[in-house]
């Protein structure tokens, strides 16, 4: 079994900073990408960035516009969300995504349980 577990959310002033965290842990082979996603109140779930583990491309929704950054840690299977000069409009859910292929090498689409940041003065 395979699974994601968040940290990092929580209540920040705009124009403030945080770093989510998310660590993937099982009977892991490969983790292919790993991603955050969010989801706004009564807004669809869009693609915040995503990253490609081996190599480390990266790419990010329209809206980051160089305000975050996403890193990961292979030793640690663990992806992070730099989030700098942090909007209203970045409230939201925040859900960490990875493709992973367990120990078998079934592949797995994971999301982890979200986690909530609000920015708000």
């Known amino acids: 079994q395979v699974q994601l577990a968040e940290s990092g959310g929580g209540l920040v002033q705009p124009g403030g900073s945080l770093r989510l965290s998310c660590a993937a842990s099982?009977?892991?082979?490969?983790?292919?990408?790993m991603a955050w996603y969010r989801q706004g109140l009564g807004k669809q779930r869009e693609l915040v960035a995503v990253?490609?583990?081996?190599?480390?491309?990266?790419n990010y929704g329209d809206f980051v516009k160089g305000r975050f950054t996403i890193s990961r840690d292979n030793a640690k299977n663990t992806v992070y969300l730099q989030m700098n000069s942090l909007k209203p409009e970045d409230t939201a859910v925040y859900y960490c995504?990875?493709?992973?292929?367990?120990?078998?090498?079934?592949?797995?689409?994971?999301w982890g349980q979200g986690t909530q940041v609000t920015v708000s003065s």
């Open positions: 099982g009977s892991i082979f490969r983790i292919n990408t």
């Open positions: 995504n990875s493709y992973v292929l367990d120990t078998a090498r079934y592949g797995h689409e994971l």
């Open positions: 990253i490609i583990t081996s190599g480390g491309v990266t």
